[in-house]
């Protein structure tokens, strides 16, 4: 059974800065490409960016291009993301998603950004 928990979001102003970990329990981390998704409220969940197994290609959507940077340390079964430049519109549940056979999701950790 694998388990992720997320953790660093919180509430930042506009143009500020967050960066959230998701730390991988019970897995081969190395086995499993990486995302983060978000949800806001009355939305559905949608992608926001991923990272391949050993870490040589990212993917983002392009609301957040340029502004969020996907990282992960196999060493510490450990996924990242960073996010500079926050807008308003950043503000939902963050969720991290292990990617293999199986995908398992995290609880989420809640990023509000105000204006």
């Known amino acids: 059974q694998v388990e992720l928990v997320e953790s660093g979001g919180g509430l930042v102003q506009a143009g500020g800065s967050l960066r959230l970990s998701c730390v991988a329990r019970g897995a081969t981390f190395i086995r499993y490409a990486m995302g983060w998704f978000r949800q806001a409220p009355g939305k559905e969940r949608e992608f926001v960016a991923s990272i391949e197994k050993n870490g040589d290609s990212t993917r983002y959507a392009d609301s957040v291009k340029d502004r969020f940077t996907i990282s992960r340390d196999n060493a510490k079964d450990t996924v990242y993301l960073q996010m500079n430049s926050l807008k308003p519109g950043d503000t939902a549940v963050y969720y991290c998603?292990?990617?293999?056979?199986?995908?398992?999701w995290g609880q989420g950790t809640q990023v509000t950004v105000s204006s």
């Open positions: 998603k292990a990617e293999s056979f199986i995908d398992y």
